[in-house]
C-alpha cells in the first residue's frame, strides 16, 4: 500500500480562488480609503484656504481679486483630479458683490468650493459654471490651480 502525499487539483484551485476573493476584497477596500483620503485633503485645503481668504478681507476690507504665491495658499497637489477641461483648481472672484469661489475637484471625482468662507460639496461643474455661482455670467475662471501637469503660480 503506497501512500500519496501532496495536494489534488481540486484543493489547490480553492486555495487559488479562496485567495484571489481576499485579495478582490482588500483592493476594493484599499480603494474606498484612498478616496476618502483624497477627498479630506482637498476639503482640508478648501477650509484652510477660505481661512486665508478671510485673514485677506480683514486686512484689505475685501476678498482678494487676484491671488498671489505671497498669500501663502498651500495644497495637496496629489490628492487633485482633473475635469473634462483639464483643471482641477478654479478660483473666480466677483467685484460687485465681494463673492469668491474656489472649486477643487478630488482625484475620487467629486467636486468641493469654498465660497465666502464655507466649504462645501457640490456638483462638477467647469467653465463658465463656475463663476456663475458668485454672480458672473459668460466669465470664464481667470487663474486656475491645475492644467494638465503644472500649478499656478499662487499654489504653493
Do not use: H
Not at 106 to 122: C, E, L, P, R
Not at 133 to 152: E, F
Amino acid at each position: 500500500m503506497s501512500i500519496k502525499n501532496g495536494f489534488t487539483i481540486v484543493e489547490l484551485l480553492i486555495v487559488i480562488v479562496v485567495i484571489a476573493i481576499l485579495a478582490s476584497i482588500s483592493i476594493v477596500a484599499y480603494t474606498g480609503i484612498q478616496s476618502r483620503a483624497n477627498d479630506s485633503a482637498v476639503q482640508a485645503d478648501l477650509g484652510t484656504f477660505a481661512k486665508q481668504m478671510e485673514t485677506q478681507k480683514a486686512d484689505i476690507g475685501r476678498y482678494p481679486g487676484v491671488l498671489t504665491s505671497a498669500m501663502g495658499f498651500k495644497f495637496s497637489k496629489g490628492s487633485y483630479g482633473l475635469d473634462a477641461q483639464n483643471y482641477n483648481v478654479r478660483y473666480c472672484y466677483n467685484s460687485s458683490t465681494d463673492d469668491y469661489i474656489l472649486l477643487a475637484n478630488s482625484k475620487s471625482g467629486a467636486y468641493y468650493k469654498a465660497q465666502s468662507g464655507v466649504v462645501q460639496s457640490t456638483a462638477g461643474t467647469y467653465g463658465w459654471g463656475v463663476c456663475s455661482q458668485v454672480g458672473l455670467s459668460s466669465t470664464n475662471p481667470s487663474q486656475n490651480g491645475l492644467q494638465s501637469t503644472t500649478w499656478a503660480s499662487w499654489t504653493n
